[in-house]
């Protein structure tokens, strides 16, 4: 049973239904020395490869396989004395496994002393078992068998070598279950449940665009346009229905198109692609600093000019289109970032429709004011005049964006193991930057386009009180605290170096070979949870449902949990390429291996996915998507 952090990540054992292979860095010499006429020595050497190291004889509970040797049968001789360990043992704190632990470096030898009357009717069986692992990855406990004889001095030794217990069923367990997993039922309501969410986080966007410069000053004066140009009410009415259905139709269309150029797998792929997240986050650094008051960001002013004059020269709908689509250009430095923030996210998903869902509630929530303000223009001369309060949202905007581009590098750090933005450093900037967001709101922070004012507002006390809350409810989080209000945003619990929370759960295994073979042994069943660095929800699940006492109990104690991060982007040893629905796809990366083996055997995409197997690689419950009520986790894993 694994009661600690048991991590044991594999040098990535690479299985297809054509071929598997097994990395060796570690070499056993067997010898029986004659050290006198009556004694001799049994000698067992191992030479170890740069980097990797063989445990020692001691190893404490719920730790890594200690080395271990028996004597199965020493025939007409005995031992003297205990087994003898002659190499330097190296002891060091392993975080991976929350331990001290001891090895062997670059080489290890153990001698057993034996005596006899007659050498030529001495024989020795036996079995050496090792683990060995370097300082990223572990390799299964590996046996090997020998046989010695003393009929003549220093006889070379019969070694008999058994194989890993992963390699014989590594087939197997990548069979697809696909119709398997069918008949258990679907999970439509879910996916069903996240498209809402994906749609609600749209329509905070959407508000949140039109509290911005670029956007809150055309709302009166286009609603105006449409009522003045009529010499019909009602016909100006219409009219700014329809600007308002244009921008919905223009953004859906924008969302839609997004997920035809790039695919729904290419999306999440690209999400998770480190380039694109430093490219995203240089972009949010960016405009944050345009928002500050640095300098402008505005596109060229020939592209609305050339929008407007073919507004001018078209009727109807068509020019109602046009005007549409000058407003998305000219309000794009304040609604670009909240967009491309939104594609990102719901890129995540999986989904084909995600992007154009999200789109949808976006140009909801931003053609609402216009249609609105369209039936009802009593209600404009009630609107807040543009003036500094407007500056005011922007500064608020880039001390936003400026924390929100610190989720894109951690993403790209993840993905790629740099570490250097691990929990605590991601913290204390998001602490520093939300503290002086808080001493901005009370009017202690002035910038370049900031208007005098000689009072702090009600609004900006209360805003202030709520930015300094959010501050100091981060600092235990340096610490190792939850956080579960930030877990989707925040670096996972296990990159902190500090950690005094010891109820989060951790997986076994991150090598699906290694842990199915290891159930096998155990006689447990599997939970399979395929994760991700970029996957919001999959932080969420691990913060709000893995901690809860129960399901960690469960998760502990019943099961052995292996997470899959589809979008790790440790290069394989030996890329290697499959047939997939007609085409060839490579497998270049750890993330590919894994986002493959969910597509083959399971006919899914989307993160978080949870998969219940027996150890031979057989489903015993539908799939579990997201969802963050632990009690439904609960009686989905008492379901088997």
């Known amino acids: 049973m694994i009661k600690k952090h048991f991590l044991v990540v594999a040098f990535f054992l690479f299985a297809s239904c054509t071929f598997a292979q097994i990395f060796e860095p570690v070499k056993w010499n067997f010898e029986l020395k004659k050290t006198s006429a009556t004694t001799a020595d049994i000698q067992m050497n191992a030479t170890i490869d740069d980097g990797w190291h063989v445990y020692g004889l001691n190893i404490p509970k719920d730790g890594p396989r200690a080395t271990s040797i028996i004597f199965d049968k020493i025939e007409n001789a005995q031992k003297v004395g205990e087994l003898l360990a002659l190499s330097k043992l190296e002891k060091q704190f392993d975080a991976n496994f929350n331990m001290e632990l001891n090895w062997y470096s670059e080489s290890a030898v153990f001698v057993q002393k034996i005596k006899f009357t007659d050498p030529s009717k001495v024989k020795v069986k036996g079995q050496l078992e090792f683990m060995t692992c370097n300082d990223k990855n572990c390799l299964p406990p590996t046996k090997k068998q020998f046989t010695l004889t003393l009929a003549t001095d220093n006889a070379p030794a019969t070694v008999e070598v058994v194989k890993p217990i992963v390699t014989a069923k590594i087939s197997d367990y990548w069979t697809p279950v696909i119709n398997e997993l069918k008949s258990f039922g679907d999970t439509k309501e879910k996916a069903t449940t996240s498209f809402w969410l994906i749609f609600l986080a749209g329509l905070v966007g959407g508000f949140l665009a039109l509290f911005t410069p670029c956007v809150w000053p055309i709302i009166p004066m286009t609603v105006s346009f449409f009522l003045k140009r009529s010499e019909n009410k009602k016909r100006g009415q219409r009219d700014a229905i329809l600007y308002g259905l244009a921008i919905i139709f223009i953004y859906v269309t924008l969302g839609i198109l997004i997920t035809l150029i790039f695919g729904a797998s290419a999306l999440n792929s690209l999400s998770t692609n480190a380039i694109f997240n430093l490219i995203f986050f240089g972009l949010l650094v960016l405009f944050a600093v345009s928002f500050f008051g640095a300098f402008e960001i505005t596109l060229p002013s020939s592209w609305s000019t050339k929008l407007d004059a073919k507004a001018d020269s078209t009727a109807g709908f068509v020019s109602i289109l046009f005007m549409a689509f000058t407003l998305v250009l000219v309000s794009f430095s304040c609604t670009g970032p909240i967009i491309g923030t939104l594609l990102v996210q719901v890129s995540s998903s999986g989904s084909i429709l995600a992007p154009a869902i999200g789109m949808l509630g976006f140009a909801v929530a931003l053609s609402i004011p216009f249609s609105l303000f369209a039936l009802f223009p009593s209600w404009l001369k009630s609107l807040p005049k543009s003036g500094g309060w407007l500056n005011s949202v922007k500064i608020v905007l880039a001390f936003l964006e400026l924390a929100l581009a610190l989720k894109f590098l951690s993403v790209a750090d993840l993905a790629y193991g740099w570490r250097i933005l691990d929990r605590e450093v991601f913290l204390a900037i998001w602490i520093v930057i939300f503290a002086l967001l808080g001493v901005y709101l009370l009017g202690k922070l002035h910038f370049s386009h900031d208007s005098e004012s000689k009072h702090t507002s009600v609004v900006g006390v209360f805003l202030a009180i709520i930015s300094f809350a959010f501050s ?142 027996n150890n031979e690689g057989k489903p015993l419950n539908k799939p579990f998507t997201f969802d963050e009520n632990p009690s439904h986790f609960v009686n989905w894993l008492k379901k088997y």
């Open 472 to 613: 100091v409810y981060m600092i235990p989080g340096l610490w190792g605290a939850p956080l579960k209000a930030i877990s989707a945003f925040a670096p996972p619990l296990y990159t902190q170096d500090f950690n005094l929370y010891n109820d989060e759960v951790h997986a076994a295994f991150t090598d699906y070979e290694l842990g199915m073979a290891y159930a096998a042994d155990k006689k447990l069943p599997v939970i399979v949870d395929f994760s991700g660095f970029g996957c919001v929800n999959c932080r969420k699940m691990e913060a709000s449902v893995w901690t809860d006492p129960t399901v960690r109990e469960l998760l502990k104690k019943d099961f052995i949990l292996i997470s899959l991060f589809v979008d790790d982007k440790t290069t394989l040893t030996n890329p290697y390429e499959v047939q997939e629905n007609g085409r060839t796809t490579s497998i270049e990366t750890v993330g590919d291996k894994w986002s493959y083996l969910q597509r083959h055997k399971f006919g899914a995409n989307a993160q978080p996915f949870y998969v219940m197997l």
